[in-house]
Structure formats: C-alpha cells, structure tokens
C-alpha cells in the first residue's frame, strides 16, 4: 500500500477566496487524481493529475476553478478557486499502486472544506 | 459509459446479522475493475477489494465476502456476523482500465445496532 497525506485536513474558508489542498505520496505513483465528495454524496472525479503536463478534467470542471499541479511523482496540490458555499465538500487525492499482477487505487484521508 | 448501481441506500441490522451489498455495473469494455471501499464516519476511504473481469472467483476474507457474477453484472458484498464496527458507508466503483479513473456507485449506509 502506500501512505498519502493531505494537507490541510479541514478548514472554514469565506466565499471568494481560494484554497491549495497538498497531497504528498510516501513513493513515486504515475497516476494521481482528485476526487469530490459532496455531503451526503458519492464521489466524483474532478480530474487526473498529470506529471509534467496540464491536468485532464472531467466534464463538469474546469482548471480556472481548480487549477491543478503535479512538480513530480509524489506530489501534486488541487486549489478551489474564487469559493463558493456550493464547494463545500471533501477533497480526495487517490494514487494508483501498479505491479506485474496487481493494480490498487488508494485514497489520501481527504481534506474536508467548508464555505462560509 | 460505465455506470455503477448500488440501489440499496441504507441498510440497517442488529449485531451478529449478515448483511448483502448489491452492487451493479455496465460498461462496454470487456476488461475491467471492480471495487470495494469502505468509508466510517471518519470520512476516509478504506480499500477492501479489487477484482479483475477475467477473474470470477468468489472471494472471502474474514467476515467478508465478494461474489461476482459477469452474467448479471453484479459485484455483491456481504459481511458475515455484523458488528457495531462494520457501520459505515461502503462504496462499489468500477475501473475500465487498470489505473484509470473510478466510477463509483452511490453508496450503501450500513448501520449496525447492539
């Protein structure tokens, strides 16, 4: 397995501001994606996070509103931008672990926000 | 598209009952992913389970159990002998490659009761 942390684990923003949530991978992983969980909701892919390269978002979302990077292969930070109270949620980074017989996908422990 | 199903949005049982997760799925590809995730109201995601289209076999560990059927598309969970801890919501999410992005179901909250 691997261990992910995400910083910060929560926090209480004002509408308009924005927040960079940081998710740090204890090894090197070529796939990294960022996921929402909406209160009381399943989770939904924002976008995969591309080393050296601009991120691939899904529909729905766009790199103004969640600018994304990925400096190397342990790390990568989402930032909400200009926040709403509609972008309270959790926050998840995932890595994926890929050997010759085996493939699993992990979760970081997620980064619960709050707009005020 | 690939979609997830889980059409059982809360379940409730007493201590030592089994419970069963449904979990359907569609997609068009014939090599996929299937999963299980557990999430307790800490709010992290615990993987439980990941298993391969071209690899039907049952799976038990421990109190859990896996039972995937192609013909139905369906990927069920049971936890066998409940208890408090096994409250939480599990998830069931599918993969159209390995290492590509998950598709989850809706979500199935379990309540376990003394």
């Known amino acids: 397995s691997a261990v992910i942390s995400q910083k910060p684990s929560r926090d209480i923003c004002q509408r308009g501001t924005s927040l960079t949530i940081q998710c740090q991978v204890d090894?090197?992983?070529?796939?990294m994606f960022w996921y929402r969980q909406q209160p009381g909701q399943s989770l939904t892919l924002i976008a995969t996070?591309?080393?050296?390269?601009?991120?691939?978002?899904e529909s729905g979302f766009v790199i103004d509103k969640f600018p994304i990077s990925r400096p190397n292969l342990t790390f990568s930070t989402l930032t909400v931008s200009n926040m709403s109270p509609e972008d309270s949620s959790i926050y998840l980074c995932?890595?994926?672990?890929?050997?010759?017989?085996?493939?699993?996908?992990?979760f970081g422990p997620g980064t619960r926000l709050t707009v005020t | 598209a690939q979609k997830v199903t889980q059409a059982q949005t809360e379940i409730s049982v007493v201590e030592k009952e089994d419970v069963t997760l449904d979990c359907v799925y569609e997609?068009?590809?014939?090599?996929?992913?299937l999963f299980w995730y557990k999430q307790p109201p800490s709010g992290e995601l615990v993987f439980l389970i990941r298993?391969?289209?071209?690899?039907?076999q049952n799976e038990i560990s421990g109190r859990y159990s896996w039972n995937f059927q192609k013909s139905t598309s369906s990927f069920n969970f049971t936890i066998t002998a409940s208890q408090v801890v096994d409250s939480a919501v599990y998830f069931c999410?599918?993969?159209?490659?390995?290492?590509?992005?998950?598709?989850f179901g809706g979500g199935t909250r379990v309540l376990v009761k003394p």
């Open positions: 995932s890595v994926v672990l890929q050997g010759p017989l085996s493939y699993e996908q992990y």
């Open positions: 298993r391969n289209s071209f690899d039907e």
């Open positions: 999410a599918l993969s159209e490659a390995a290492g590509n992005k998950l598709t």
């Open positions: 090894s090197q992983v070529t796939m």
């Open positions: 996070a591309n080393q050296g390269s601009e991120a691939t978002y």
């Open positions: 997609t068009r590809d014939t090599t996929y992913y």
